[in-house]
Nanobody, 123 residues
Framework: VQLVESGGGLVQAGGSLRLSCTAS????????IGWFRQAPGKEREGLSC????????YFQDSVKGRFTISSDQAKGTVHLQMNSLKFEDTAVYYC?????????????????WGQGTQVTVSS
């Protein structure tokens, strides 16, 4: 089982990045995928979750309207489009898979995790 994040990097404030989470080793359609992030010295926070039927929820008011989660079932990939990036979005971003979609924020229930991708926003 593997989840691999990609697309992170260094971007100026106001810019955009598109993160990807590619899954392998399990039946993608049976899982919901969530995005999390952890900034230095802070706790990990949930950002969004999408089901195999495209149910979507965003957990943080700070990203609503700026971040968009989407899924490409055929490729087993979930994207997180991040626009209007701010310095405070700087963090390591992780994707994770859970057997069922949930609108409840939190890491509980996520079975598989990726290694993370660094996003750095310069002010």
């Amino acid at each position: 089982v593997q989840l691999v994040e990609s697309g992170g990097g260094l971007v100026q404030a106001g810019g955009s990045l598109r993160l990807s989470c590619t899954a392998s080793g399990f039946t993608f359609d049976d899982y919901a995928i969530g995005w999390f992030r952890q900034a230095p010295g802070k706790e990990r926070e949930g950002l969004s979750c999408i089901s195999s039927e495209n149910d979507v929820t965003y957990f943080q008011d700070s990203v609503k309207g700026r971040f968009t989660i989407s899924s490409d079932q055929a490729k087993g990939t979930v994207h997180l489009q991040m626009n209007s990036l701010k310095f405070e979005d700087t963090a390591v971003y992780y994707c994770a898979a859970r057997p069922s979609w949930s609108p409840v924020n939190g890491a509980r229930g996520y079975r598989y995790w990726g290694q993370g991708t660094q996003v750095t926003v310069s002010s």
